[in-house]
């Protein structure tokens, strides 16, 4: 096969990965690796390297994904097709639970775009650092390089990019429990996402849709995440396919349809582990740990709540061990072991306000005066639990949405008691 041959065979590929036919385009990319054997082809060979991977992680193939990506930094051949695999290497160790090399690699795709005077690469690479930062709960280094990166590919005017960085803010604001930032941020890339693909639309209606469920807007989340999870089944978009399930299953679960939510979070868990999604899995570790102690399942709502804790030790990932505390604390309490509950409460308290999570932060203080041994300290948890509310309350600039969070019942009962 000549090097025309060659090209020709990439385009197809390319053009099947566009509509989504994934696995005609994997055979397409393989059958160019296969093939290309001379200098001539190497440029041709470096492009079917990068997509096959991007269709690895798309498939939920992620140790493939990354070896893909890993041989076409061996072989970029230029500093700037350097930075490009750095960045995907960086991406896929943040996907696989591995924040801290994903750290390192997009710190060095920073420094060589730098040094290269690549705008688009310096762009990417920071986007990538927020991105990191968000999953080690360095929320407002997150934001920081977030906001430089959003920036820089508006100057570019990249719609894609700004989409998945404006995605990734809105995370970060959520995390921060700066909801009318997150809301905006989300329907912003949202009119983006639309004109430029399917699988960011579906991404970014799953995190719209749990900023309305943190909200207790629980029909306007609902609706999210049914188009999202239809969007992503109709486009074989496997990798983000878990993460819908598992709001679906919490949205279900709130609006008291607990069995059917269960069902939703039980396939969430068995794709992200199937994918290899470390962060999606442990997000719905605490889910189902949540739902299935409410369910009256403790014992195995603890070995969910104590795999949670160690994945997230074992990982440096803050966030997520304050969430596995807080679970564990609840089926503590459950058995009547309200010191053990406390101790672990405590200790998430601790995490929550270094990690800055402001809505678990509220739920600790109110789990806490439901176990405080006099009225006193009882009234500090109830009046701490409702200033942190508030904090999250009254910046929201759409009032309707203002009101469907005060109003719910979860909040206005820790409200009223702590003005008792």
């Not at 970060?172 to 329907?187: C, E, H, I, P």
Request: with cysteine; charged share 20%; net charge neutral.
């Amino acid at each position: 096969m000549n090097t025309e041959e060659l090209k020709q065979l990439l385009q197809q590929a390319e053009q099947a990965q566009s509509r989504q036919a994934y696995q005609e385009a994997l055979a397409g990319y393989r059958r160019v690796l296969a093939e290309s054997t001379t200098a001539a082809e190497q440029p041709t060979r470096l492009r079917a390297l990068r997509q096959q991977g991007l269709v690895l992680h798309i498939l939920g193939r992620q140790d493939a994904a990354m070896s893909s990506f890993q041989q076409y930094y061996l072989e970029a051949g230029s500093s700037q097709r350097a930075v490009d695999a750095l960045v995907l290497i960086g991406r896929q160790h943040v996907q696989m639970g591995q924040p801290l090399k994903g750290l390192a690699a997009h710190n060095e795709a920073l420094q060589l775009a730098e040094a290269l005077n690549d705008t688009a690469g310096r762009a990417t690479a920071l986007s990538g650092i927020g991105g990191a930062f968000v999953v080690l709960g360095r929320l407002e280094e997150a934001l920081t390089n977030l906001g430089r990166s959003l920036a820089l590919f508006s100057q570019l005017g990249d719609e894609m990019e700004q989409a998945r960085v404006g995605n990734q803010l809105g995370i970060t604001y959520a995390r921060l429990g700066m909801l009318d930032k997150a809301v905006s941020a989300f329907r912003r890339s949202l009119a983006l996402a639309r004109r430029t693909g399917p699988r960011e639309t579906a991404i970014i209606l799953g995190n719209l849709g749990q900023s309305y469920q943190e909200l207790y807007d629980m029909e306007q989340a609902l609706q999210c995440h049914q188009e999202g999870l239809a969007l992503a089944e109709r486009a074989g978009l496997r990798s983000g396919i878990p993460d819908l399930c598992r709001n679906l299953g919490v949205d279900l679960m709130y609006l008291g349809r607990l069995p059917e939510g269960l069902g939703y979070l039980h396939r969430a868990l068995e794709m992200s582990e199937t994918v290899g999604q470390q962060d999606e899995r442990l997000q719905t570790l605490y889910s189902l740990a949540l739902a299935e102690q409410q369910n009256g399942e403790l014992a195995q709502a603890e070995a969910r709540a104590q795999q949670l804790i160690g994945l997230a030790e074992t990982n440096k990932m803050r966030g997520y061990l304050a969430d596995g505390l807080h679970a564990l604390g609840l089926c503590k309490q459950a058995r009547g072991d309200t010191p053990a509950a406390e101790q672990l409460w405590q200790r998430a308290i601790f995490i929550a306000h270094e990690t800055a999570r402001r809505f678990l932060l509220w739920q600790l203080h109110a789990a806490m005066a439901e176990i405080a041994g006099n009225p006193d300290l009882t009234r500090v948890h109830y009046r701490i639990a409702a200033e942190v509310i508030e904090q999250i309350a009254y910046p929201l600039e759409d009032k309707e949405l203002r009101q469907t969070f005060l109003n719910a019942a979860p909040i206005r009962a820790i409200l009223w008691a702590a003005r008792g």
